[in-house]
């Protein structure tokens, strides 16, 4: 444990700031996203019923990929809800996670 805890002091400066790092940038994206939904751009929210006959409409999906701009959920149940749930591919903000779900997971490698 203590040479773990030396390696990670010895890498340098730059290295050590990177878990606050990503803190930060997550911080940042959870308070923009609440800006986001706050600031009146989704005024109105839409109807359960609405959003679950778009997410089962055949022309959104391609393939395993759902993608509808008009729908604001990030995630959605699949055309079979028995198989789970997936990602609205055309909310920015599903690239956003899954870019920083990648660089969490490469920063805890290099820990």
Do not use: C, H
Not at 11 to 39: D, E, H, K, M, Q
């Amino acid at each position: 444990m203590t040479s773990r805890i030396n390696l990670i002091f010895s890498v340098g400066s730059v290295f050590r700031n990177i878990p606050v790092n990503i803190l930060a940038l997550n911080t940042s994206f959870v308070s923009f996203a609440a800006t986001y939904v706050n600031s009146g751009i989704m005024k109105k929210k839409p109807n359960k019923e609405i959003l679950d006959a778009m997410s089962r409409n055949s022309d959104y999906w391609k393939g395993p990929f759902y993608f509808n701009r008009k729908d604001p959920r990030l995630v959605v149940p699949k055309l079979n809800p028995a198989m789970g749930m997936t990602l609205n591919f055309a909310n920015p903000y599903v690239y956003l996670l899954l870019i920083s779900i990648i660089l969490i997971l490469v920063v805890v490698q290099f820990l």
